[in-house]
């Protein structure tokens, strides 16, 4: 898959999320012996399972932006705004915000655009190689994305973020209401216009986690499951094995995939890797009244609705929290008022009953993911961080992370993306 095969290594993956998964999956392409382990089960919950599923080289601007600066200050005073920045007073969640309005500016979402651009289309080529494999287990609906505005100044808002796609060569249609109503000739759409990327896909992702799991086992990847790892044992400048209650695993290469919970693993090496929760919620319709053909985005609520077989998923919100994964009822409800205004047909009665899910995305302060090795240890690596665009950037994350392990330079530039920048 990666051209010539490097020495096979033992290979610990920490984390069985999309972004371990992946990972394990391109390491074991190349002949390693890998293991994963993961403190969940096979089926424990954990973000990759209740996101919604799209597959997106369209998402070229950081959560760390300009516009995230506006929306987070204005969600001071509404717990219902589609993002939210609580007021605390925690020190490590102050520096957090400080590193997030540092980076937030113009100019650093000009620079992180086009590399997102470039790992986000690498990563759409695996998820076509992925589902080549796997068609049942990954399927990959290829319908696009449309983003639905309802409002004059949320289509603007859209209109500039198609301005800097077009600019670095991704597909973009502009569409109005009538055309883009045409391509959902079954919906009611009360938009004022719409911008479709149709590059953009979309998956299943508890399917996908499913399929790469048996798919490792099948592959001879060593799984433990139910299997926390408390710490990391050092040997001089290397990691030699990690402990577990069931005692310690070694191996020669170690992947901290770990989601929200990987910068407590970095710390045991004093590798800081400031990560802020950035919590959603999903909840999925089995048998909805209407079933869009594309995915889309609700632009002026960040709510995304995904077709998934015959169900179909909302998901959004994202309030910057530590590792609490509580449901607050009152963002649910600001979702389920939201929908109506943009899809007439549905009404709070297709609602009740919902059970809502919630996960929590790993945010860095500067929106973009941590992928690379560390100067920390020598044959440590770390695969976190991708915040909102973690399913979409994982098959990416997998192959480089197996490039550097192998020795090979990777296909993208990865130098934003290093671990120590905040070091
Ligand atoms: C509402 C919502 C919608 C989203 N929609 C999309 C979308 O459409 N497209 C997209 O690209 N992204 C989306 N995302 C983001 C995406 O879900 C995440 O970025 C991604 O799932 C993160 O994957 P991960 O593997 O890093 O983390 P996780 O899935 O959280 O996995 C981390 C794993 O590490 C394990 N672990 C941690 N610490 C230890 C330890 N010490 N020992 C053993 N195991 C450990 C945990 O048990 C867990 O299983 C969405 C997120 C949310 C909340």
Known sequence: MNGRLPAPRQVVVIGGGIAGLATAWYAAQDGHRVTLI??????????????????????????ASPGSVKTGLLSLANPRSPLRVPARFDPEYLRWCWQFLRAATASRVALAAPALRDLALLSRRGYEALTLLWPQGVPLAEHGLLMLARTAHGLREELDAAKLAQRLGLAVEILDRDAAAALEPHLDLTIVGAVRYPLDAHSVPQRVVATLIAGLAEAGVELHWNTEVTGLRRSGSRVAAVA????????????????????????????????????????????????????????????????????????????????????????????????????????????????PWAGL???????????????????????????????????ATGRVISDLIAGREPPVPINLYSPDRYG
Request: proline share 9%; glycine share 12%; with cysteine.
């Open 361 to 395: 995305r790993p945010c860095s302060p500067d929106g973009l993911p941590y992928i690379g090795r560390t100067r920390r240890a020598d044959n440590l690596l770390v695969a976190t961080g991708h915040a909102m665009m973690g399913f979409s950037l994982a098959p």
């Open 38 to 63: 993961d403190r969940g089960g096979p089926e424990g919950d954990r973000c990759s399972l209740g996101n919604a599923g799209m597959i997106v080289p369209s998402h070229i601007v950081p959560l």
């Open 244 to 355: 577990t209650a069931a005692g310690e695993i070694g191996g020669e290469e170690f992947v901290i995939a770990g989601g929200m919970w990987s910068a407590a693993l970095a710390r045991d090496i004093d590798l800081p890797l400031p990560l802020l929760s950035g919590k959603g919620y999903s909840f999925t319709l089995a048998a909805p009244r209407v079933l869009p053909h594309a995915g889309a985005i609700l632009t002026e609520a960040r709510i995304a609705v995904t077709p998934m077989g015959k169900a179909l998923r909302f998901a959004g919100t994202m309030e910057l929290c530590g590792l609490d994964r509580s449901i607050d009822q009152r963002r649910v409800a600001a979702m389920i008022d939201a929908i109506p205004r943009y899809y007439p047909q549905f009404g709070p009665a297709d609602f009740a009953g919902i059970t």
